[in-house]
């Protein structure tokens, strides 16, 4: 174990010192280290009377653990405990962390630990000194600034209190919720390495790390601000310089922002920086979540230093009378679910994967927003939304009650923390400003718009007690379990609705709410199944389940029946799907589908071929679901579905049997699993008949066993294998070694023939930068105006004014190249005073021959591609778009007729809302013979122009 140990502390040493090593091409990040920290903890449950902040502390008896970590592991059923809401005990525990590394840094470098949440107090201490106390909040990040404890290479000693104790001034403690408040160190931790001059953590003031807004957001153009704060911790001012660069889907380069200032010692500055964006634009919605990077990187003294990057989108979004919700100018309904992001047996400690694949099946599903019930929850699965296209309302954690001012600081604490660290994430339109269930609260309303005046509030209401429409916030947010009143005026959303595995109680909902204009959002109770504790005790009776059973996903994250409605409403492709029998039962065979009407078949015979559900509660759904009248007892059933008489898609299932065979899955099938404990896989084991159908019903106790390296996550204490069965799925958790590898799962039960799978694990690099890189292609886009002399050049571009009749020439300076103009007639320049259109500056002036062909050719461009867009508009003249282009470089000759500017115009000073006439071009060169773009007018006798272009190089 010792060995090791010594070979983790080294890897980490040497990740420090090579995190500048293997970047992608163009990515610059100065002194600044992000060290995944995640793996090899020592861990205790319990106080000691001898604190084990002390050096010399022996924990040599404490068990080895990684994070994200569950100090208790617990049975499906919360071990059936006898608790209330409230928590008083229950993973009411003091939890102990200490981790030996060796740090290695230069003398003049910040070192920072950054924690992404734990519950619910955190102290820290260093080589035996106290560095600090956090206890505002279980679900928001911070950080500790360690540099005045550590000792440069050699080894250091981090040991963490995570106390979970029960609260008057945590929220969401002490008051009552429905769910669970669970314990330990749950998500990620990072050491940060960087120099003095640095860019400072978001959540650390109003004005600290990085703000990213959107002013304008237009169709063909957006503009974008940039705020970065530095903060110079040098004893001396610093002459600093930043350059931020805004890089598209591609990585390309399409915008560079360069500031210069002077930062006093011991003193923030912050630099405001803004740039349009024109070329390669994309809007961002649920249908294309486009994402731009922000790259910055901050010089001192012309060195760079430090750096930090941040995405973002170009996206608007309004509450209009009679429109609702509208996005990009859109009216948009939304459709989604309440998260909680707990799983069963391992509470919150839910590794990265799991967050980005739960996002994913939202997705795949068709939902468009996911309220993050009823807390901050994780950066990963946030940015999953950003990258899938899922709209988000997060809010900090309360539930019905509240405290008193002491406890109302800290939520106000913990509220600009949540905002402050995911203010630039697209995927956010929405934060709570109510407590759930009671209401707007003006103070969570102030503290909300204070800090991002650009989204909406909800109100988090309830149709029981409280203002009956948005009061003080924007949105009036409900909860309809039932059949509720419409405000009278209020932009409503449905926050929480009821949910059933059928999708019955989903489909009116969901109906209901869109019959009216200014409702423009349901969510249902619940995206996936969760533990909760009691409301109350009453002669040892509980009340309810500890397990929840009408989430969209199971606990374990399966779909049940609802989810394919989901798919049917709400995804474009034709989807037909007959439902198990949880939910074709009691004579009604359910069926989703996008189609216009469907066929059902049993054994081959046609039972009815109808359209959609005629029912009063699903007349405001794209596609209710079908319902057919049959006492399925046996044999197979087809669904098709037709669209206009053509039919589209089928689906089959065989009325399921006897319990025959076991059938073993992943829960995550495309993406790495990494060894070393932090990340996770579900194995989930199948009860098929003989016909390969899932049998629902089945009981059959599945014993899992392991071999290689990997290991299944149970103490033996929770039930966990030999597993139970939910609907005929058993599932269990399985993590890997220390090392890579391969890992062998079966699955077996009496009777039954048993399977049998192997998955393998990877190695985790716990460099994150290095893990998040992506290059940075950082070539030039040169925009050139070609006009006579008092030309009126378009705003940023270059100009080339000229009067030389033969063969002019032009330096680009970008590419150390340069351009001539050739043509065997004489050249001509004009200069004109404008004309209506897009690039109408450029588009007004330029050169041209009477008739005959213009070239344009290019010397001296590094070997590689390129793309040109060369502009063609007649000035005066007849306008014509029958040009031929006549392409040589290293590849030979090409020529075409260009379509690249479909529909005519017929104004010579007006091209209406579009560019001048243009011709796009790709091109190669060896780098050492020159390009030549030949344009000739297929027309004879006419004049051919060039107005100006635009050239770039692609990867």
Same mark, same amino acid.
């Given at each position: 174990?010792?060995?090791?140990?010594?070979?983790?502390?080294?890897?980490?040493?040497?990740?420090?010192?090579?995190?500048?090593?293997?970047?992608?091409v163009?990515?610059e990040?100065?002194?600044?280290?992000?060290?995944?920290?995640?793996?090899n903890?020592?861990?205790?449950?319990?106080?000691?009377?001898?604190?084990?902040?002390?050096?010399?502390?022996d924990?040599?008896?404490?068990?080895e653990?990684?994070?994200?970590?569950?100090?208790?592991?617990?049975?499906?059923?919360?071990?059936?405990?006898?608790e209330?809401?409230?928590?008083?005990?229950?993973?009411?525990?003091?939890?102990?962390y200490?981790k030996?590394?060796?740090?290695k840094?230069?003398?003049?470098?910040k070192?920072?630990?950054?924690?992404?949440?734990?519950?619910?107090?955190?102290?820290?201490?260093?080589?035996?000194?106290?560095?600090?106390?956090?206890?505002?909040?279980?679900?928001?990040?911070? +950080?500790?600034?360690?540099?005045?404890?550590?000792?440069?290479?050699e080894?250091?000693?981090?040991?963490i209190?995570?106390?979970?104790?029960?609260?008057?001034?945590?929220?969401?403690?002490p008051h009552?919720?429905?769910?669970?408040?669970?314990?330990?160190?749950?998500?990620?931790?990072?050491?940060?390495t960087?120099?003095?001059?640095?860019?400072?953590?978001?959540?650390?003031?109003?004005?600290?790390?990085?703000?990213?807004?959107?002013?304008?957001?237009?169709?063909?153009?957006?503009?974008?601000?940039?705020?970065?704060t530095?903060?110079?911790?040098?004893?001396?001012?610093?002459?600093?310089?930043?350059?931020?660069?805004?890089?598209?889907?591609?990585g390309?380069?399409?915008?560079?922002?360069?500031?210069?200032?002077?930062?006093?010692?011991h003193?923030?500055?912050?630099?405001?920086?803004s740039?349009?964006?024109?070329?390669?634009y994309?809007?961002?919605?649920?249908d294309?979540?486009?994402?731009?990077?922000?790259?910055?990187?901050?010089?001192?003294?012309?060195?760079?230093?430090?750096?930090v990057?941040?995405?973002?989108g170009?996206?608007?979004?309004?509450?209009?009378?009679?429109?609702?919700?509208v996005?990009?100018?859109?009216?948009?309904?939304l459709?989604?679910?309440?998260?909680h992001?707990n799983?069963?047996?391992?509470?919150?400690?839910?590794?990265?994967s799991?967050?980005?694949n739960?996002?994913?099946?939202?997705?795949?599903?068709?939902?468009?927003?996911?309220r993050?019930?009823h807390?901050t929850?994780?950066d990963?699965?946030?940015?999953?939304?950003?990258?899938?296209?899922i709209?988000?309302?997060e809010e900090?954690?309360?539930?019905?009650?509240w405290?008193?001012?002491?406890?109302?600081?800290?939520?106000?604490?913990?509220?600009?923390?949540?905002?402050r660290n995911?203010?630039n994430?697209p995927?956010?339109?929405?934060?709570?400003?109510?407590i759930?269930?009671?209401?707007?609260?003006?103070?969570?309303?102030?503290?909300?718009?204070?800090?991002?005046?650009?989204?909406l509030?909800?109100?988090?209401?309830?149709?029981?007690?409280?203002?009956?429409?948005?009061?003080i916030?924007?949105?009036?947010?409900t909860?309809d379990?039932?059949r509720?009143?419409?405000?009278?005026?209020?932009?409503?959303?449905?926050?929480?609705?009821?949910?059933?595995p059928?999708?019955?109680?989903?489909?009116?909902?969901?109906?209901?709410?869109?019959s009216?204009?200014n409702?423009?959002?349901?969510?249902?109770w619940?995206?996936?199944?969760?533990? +909760?504790?009691?409301?109350d005790?009453?002669?040892?009776?509980?009340?309810?389940?500890?397990m929840?059973?009408?989430?969209?996903?199971?606990?374990?994250?399966?779909?049940?029946?609802v989810?394919?409605?989901?798919?049917?409403?709400?995804?474009h492709?034709?989807i037909?799907?007959?439902?198990?029998?949880?939910?074709?039962?009691?004579?009604?065979?359910?069926?989703y589908?996008?189609?216009?009407?469907?066929?059902?078949?049993?054994?081959?015979?046609?039972?009815?071929?109808?359209?959609?559900?005629?029912?009063?509660?699903?007349?405001?759904?794209?596609?209710p679901?079908?319902?057919?009248?049959?006492?399925?007892?046996?044999?197979?059933?087809?669904?098709?579905?037709?669209?206009?008489?053509e039919?589209?898609?089928?689906?089959?299932?065989?009325k399921?049997g006897?319990p025959?065979?076991?059938?073993?899955?992943f829960?995550?099938?495309?993406?790495?699993?990494?060894?070393?404990?932090?990340?996770?896989?579900?194995?989930?084991?199948?009860?098929?008949?003989?016909n390969?159908?899932?049998?629902?019903?089945?009981?059959?106790?599945?014993e899992?066993?392991?071999?290689?390296d990997?290991?299944?996550?149970?103490?033996?204490?929770?039930y966990?294998?030999?597993?139970?069965?939910?609907?005929?799925?058993?599932?269990i958790?399985?993590r890997?070694?220390?090392?890579?590898?391969?890992i062998?799962i079966?699955?077996?039960?009496?009777?039954?023939?048993?399977?049998?799978e192997?998955?393998?694990?990877?190695?985790?690099?716990?460099?994150?930068?290095?893990?998040n890189?992506?290059?940075?292609?950082?070539?030039p886009?040169?925009?050139?105006?070609?006009?006579?002399?008092k030309?009126l050049?378009?705003?940023d571009?270059?100009?080339w004014t000229?009067?030389?009749?033969?063969?002019?020439?032009?330096?680009?300076?970008?590419?150390?190249?340069?351009v001539?103009i050739?043509?065997?007639?004489?050249?001509?320049?004009?200069?004109?005073?404008?004309?209506?259109?897009?690039?109408?500056?450029?588009?007004s002036?330029g050169?041209?021959?009477?008739?005959?062909?213009?070239?344009l050719?290019?010397?001296?461009?590094?070997?590689?591609?390129?793309?040109?867009?060369?502009? +063609?508009?007649?000035?005066?003249?007849?306008?014509?778009n029958n040009i031929?282009?006549?392409?040589?470089?290293?590849?030979?000759?090409f020529?075409?007729?260009?379509?690249?500017h479909?529909?005519?115009?017929?104004?010579?000073?007006?091209?209406?809302?579009?560019?001048p006439l243009?011709?796009?071009?790709t091109?190669?060169?060896d780098?050492?013979?020159?390009?030549?773009?030949?344009?000739e007018?297929?027309?004879?006798?006419?004049?051919?122009?060039?107005?100006?272009?635009?050239?770039?190089?692609?990867?």
């Amino acid at each position: 174990m010792f060995k090791n140990l010594s070979l983790i502390i080294l890897l980490i040493s040497c990740s420090i010192l090579g995190q500048t090593e293997g970047l992608p091409v163009g990515y610059e990040i100065g002194n600044r280290t992000k060290l995944n920290l995640n793996s090899n903890w020592k861990f205790h449950s319990g106080d000691f009377i001898d604190s084990p902040s002390n050096l010399e502390f022996d924990d040599n008896s404490w068990e080895e653990v990684s994070i994200p970590h569950t100090p208790k592991l617990f049975s499906y059923e919360m071990d059936s405990i006898k608790e209330t809401w409230v928590q008083k005990n229950y993973l009411r525990d003091i939890n102990w962390y200490r981790k030996k590394l060796k740090i290695k840094a230069n003398p003049e470098d910040k070192i920072f630990l950054e924690f992404e949440a734990v519950h619910n107090a955190t102290e820290l201490w260093v080589n035996g000194k106290k560095v600090g106390h956090h206890a505002i909040n279980g679900y928001v990040p911070f +950080h500790f600034d360690i540099t005045d404890y550590v000792n440069l290479n050699e080894e250091n000693t981090i040991t963490i209190k995570a106390d979970n104790s029960y609260s008057q001034v945590i929220p969401p403690d002490p008051h009552r919720t429905d769910y669970v408040k669970y314990a330990g160190l749950y998500r990620d931790v990072y050491l940060v390495t960087t120099n003095k001059l640095h860019v400072n953590y978001n959540w650390e003031a109003f004005n600290a790390g990085v703000h990213i807004t959107t002013p304008t957001v237009n169709t063909n153009n957006g503009t974008v601000t940039i705020k970065t704060t530095i903060k110079n911790e040098n004893a001396d001012s610093k002459q600093s310089k930043i350059v931020t660069q805004i890089i598209d889907a591609d990585g390309y380069l399409i915008k560079e922002l360069i500031s210069n200032t002077e930062i006093k010692a011991h003193t923030t500055y912050t630099f405001r920086q803004s740039a349009i964006i024109e070329d390669n634009y994309h809007l961002w919605s649920p249908d294309t979540p486009y994402l731009y990077r922000v790259h910055s990187v901050i010089y001192a003294n012309d060195e760079p230093v430090d750096f930090v990057e941040n995405t973002f989108g170009f996206r608007k979004f309004s509450l209009e009378k009679g429109k609702g919700f509208v996005l990009n100018d859109e009216p948009l309904f939304l459709i989604g679910a309440n998260r909680h992001q707990n799983y069963p047996n391992i509470g919150d400690a839910v590794p990265n994967s799991f967050h980005y694949n739960e996002a994913l099946q939202y997705k795949k599903a068709g939902l468009n927003i996911i309220r993050l019930s009823h807390y901050t929850q994780d950066d990963a699965f946030i940015n999953a939304c950003d990258e899938l296209g899922i709209l988000i309302y997060e809010e900090p954690s309360t539930w019905i009650e509240w405290g008193n001012d002491s406890w109302f600081s800290n939520l106000e604490s913990a509220t600009r923390t949540m905002i402050r660290n995911h203010r630039n994430h697209p995927s956010i339109i929405i934060w709570g400003a109510g407590i759930n269930h009671r209401g707007p609260v003006p103070r969570m309303q102030t503290v909300a718009k204070e800090e991002d005046p650009f989204r909406l509030t909800a109100s988090a209401s309830s149709p029981w007690n409280a203002v009956k429409n948005e009061g003080i916030t924007d949105i009036y947010a409900t909860m309809d379990y039932r059949r509720t009143e419409f405000p009278e005026n209020a932009f409503t959303m449905v926050m929480e609705h009821g949910s059933s595995p059928n999708a019955e109680v989903n489909q009116f909902h969901i109906s209901r709410y869109k019959s009216n204009k200014n409702n423009f959002a349901a969510i249902t109770w619940l995206g996936a199944d969760y533990n +909760h504790l009691q409301p109350d005790i009453v002669d040892d009776q509980w009340k309810r389940d500890f397990m929840t059973t009408y989430g969209v996903l199971s606990p374990y994250r399966l779909p049940k029946p609802v989810y394919y409605w989901y798919q049917s409403e709400l995804v474009h492709k034709p989807i037909v799907h007959i439902a198990d029998e949880t939910a074709s039962k009691d004579g009604k065979v359910r069926v989703y589908s996008n189609c216009q009407e469907v066929a059902l078949y049993h054994n081959d015979k046609l039972i009815s071929k109808q359209r959609p559900d005629n029912d009063i509660t699903k007349s405001n759904l794209n596609h209710p679901s079908f319902t057919f009248p049959f006492h399925w007892k046996s044999g197979k059933l087809k669904a098709i579905g037709y669209t206009n008489g053509e039919k589209l898609i089928e689906f089959s299932r065989e009325k399921q049997g006897e319990p025959h065979h076991l059938k073993i899955e992943f829960n995550i099938k495309d993406k790495p699993f990494y060894a070393g404990g932090s990340d996770l896989r579900i194995v989930h084991a199948y009860i098929l008949d003989e016909n390969d159908e899932v049998v629902t019903n089945a009981n059959n106790a599945i014993e899992f066993s392991v071999s290689g390296d990997g290991e299944l996550l149970d103490n033996g204490e929770i039930y966990a294998n030999p597993a139970k069965p939910y609907n005929g799925v058993a599932s269990i958790y399985l993590r890997g070694h220390q090392n890579p590898g391969n890992i062998t799962i079966t699955a077996k039960s009496s009777k039954l023939k048993s399977a049998k799978e192997t998955i393998s694990t990877s190695y985790y690099n716990p460099n994150e930068i290095a893990n998040n890189a992506l290059a940075i292609y950082d070539f030039p886009i040169t925009r050139v105006d070609l006009g006579g002399e008092k030309q009126l050049v378009q705003f940023d571009w270059l100009e080339w004014t000229g009067n030389t009749t033969q063969n002019p020439q032009y330096k680009l300076v970008d590419y150390d190249a340069s351009v001539e103009i050739n043509s065997d007639k004489s050249i001509n320049w004009e200069a004109n005073n404008g004309m209506l259109g897009d690039l109408s500056f450029m588009g007004s002036d330029g050169v041209y021959i009477q008739e005959g062909s213009l070239s344009l050719k290019i010397n001296g461009l590094d070997k590689g591609t390129y793309q040109i867009e060369t502009f +063609h508009h007649a000035v005066k003249g007849k306008l014509n778009n029958n040009i031929n282009v006549r392409i040589t470089d290293v590849n030979g000759v090409f020529s075409r007729t260009s379509d690249d500017h479909i529909v005519d115009y017929y104004d010579n000073g007006n091209t209406g809302e579009r560019k001048p006439l243009s011709i796009k071009s790709t091109f190669q060169t060896d780098g050492n013979h020159s390009v030549v773009l030949k344009f000739e007018n297929k027309i004879e006798q006419e004049a051919i122009w060039l107005n100006g272009f635009v050239l770039r190089r692609i990867k």
